[in-house]
């Protein structure tokens, strides 16, 4: 991201342009996307999809100043935070421990599903034997079988599919911070920032909810003091 905002200081000329900055990522509570509309003057609001289209949703209308101090205002507070050198250290050195611990949670979460899966098939083959040997019936092998299976197929699938840990680029939002010292963000230079941080906006009635992306959920909150 900053490697961009660098970029865009230098060169703006023949770039596609954004028209309004939150477009794409704020949703109704009813599952439908907001659009963005000018109103009077250079004000933008948003609205619900559905109830332009079809008039099938009550939710209120946003206005873009509201929206950006919901979700810019904790993002420069962070900038501004990551541009200090003493600050810097301690987020640093506090982030690095909630990485630390992250990671050897989930490690012996992994560990108690192999040695569980383990546990599982090592039954279902002493079952097996058991059965060979005309110690187990036929019917009561089946049994075992049928609830000891599915057991295993799932353990399997679950660490398979395990999701990979999402953690952030400490050193990314620390040349963020420098990249940006004393001048402003313009709109494009926002997209860049907001696109990468913010998984959704959701709009309920007069709420307005920012689903930071789990990389950055914990960043913000560190720094912010939380």
């Excluded at 929206?67 to 003493?86: F, G, K, W």
């Excluded at 059965?131 to 660490?159: F, G, K």
């Excluded at 007069?206 to 959920?217: C, L, N, S």
Aim: hydrophobic content about 35%.
């Amino acid at each position: 991201v900053q490697a961009r905002l660098e970029n865009n200081r230098l060169e703006r000329t023949g770039r596609p342009r954004t028209a309004h900055l939150f477009v794409g990522l704020t949703w109704c509570w009813c599952g439908s996307r907001y659009s963005a509309h000018r109103t009077t003057g250079d004000g933008v609001s948003y609205y619900c999809s559905r109830r332009t289209d079809s008039g099938k949703c009550d939710n209120p209308s946003v206005t873009e100043r509201r929206l950006r101090a919901a979700v810019l205002a904790p993002i420069e507070a962070l900038l501004e935070t990551l541009h200090q050198e003493d600050i810097q250290q301690a987020t640093r050195e506090k982030l690095q421990k909630q990485a630390n611990d992250t990671r050897n949670e989930d490690r012996a979460a992994q560990v108690g599903l192999e040695k569980k899966l383990e546990q599982l098939k090592r039954r279902l083959s002493r079952y097996e034997e058991m059965y060979a040997d005309a110690e187990m019936s036929r019917e009561r092998y089946l049994e075992q079988r049928s609830t000891l299976e599915p057991q295993i197929q799932t353990l399997e699938v679950q660490l398979t599919e395990r999701p990979r840990l999402a953690l952030p680029d400490i050193e990314q939002f620390f040349a963020m911070a420098d990249a940006l010292e004393g001048q402003p963000p313009d709109n494009e230079e926002w997209r860049e920032i907001v696109g990468g941080m913010v998984d959704r906006i959701i709009i309920s009635g007069h709420d307005i909810r920012v689903e930071w992306k789990e990389a950055f959920a914990g960043l913000l909150e560190t720094a912010n003091g939380s």
